[in-house]
């Protein structure tokens, strides 16, 4: 099946910005959209951005508008995730998954990575 590693997390304070990656492998890549979602502690999974499988639209929850950019690379089987300005609010796990159609239930995905932390705070 398709295999999705995300990488790029890390521990930042409000402001900052980090990029994170999700590389795929095993399948197609070109074939799925591709979505972004987080998850703290005790809460449940959080749509953030997607993508669709040529990149021509791009999609994101309000709060993250102004502030994250997503991309892809299909030649090179990876998605990006550029996110600007964080806040603490952001903090959380962070997955990418992929569906042959991006939705932002979590629940329609059928493939997901393992997830990388983004810790936001002074």
């Known amino acids: 099946q398709l295999q999705l590693v995300e990488s790029g997390g890390g521990s930042v304070q409000p402001g900052d910005f980090l990029t994170l990656s999700c590389a795929a492998s095993g399948r197609t890549f070109s074939d799925y959209a591709i979505g972004w979602f987080r998850q703290a502690p005790g809460k449940g999974r959080e749509f953030v951005a997607a993508?669709?499988?040529?990149?021509?639209?791009?999609y994101y929850r309000d709060s993250a508008k102004d502030r994250f950019t997503i991309s892809r690379d299909n030649a090179e089987n990876t998605v990006y995730l550029q996110m600007n300005s964080l806040k603490p609010e952001d903090t959380a796990l962070y997955f990418c998954?992929?569906?042959?159609?991006?939705?932002?239930?979590?629940?329609?995905?059928?493939?997901w990575g393992q997830g990388t932390q983004v810790t936001v705070s002074s």
């Open positions: 998954a992929a569906s042959r159609r991006w939705y932002t239930s979590a629940s329609e995905y059928d493939y």
């Open positions: 993508i669709t499988w040529d990149g021509g639209s791009t």
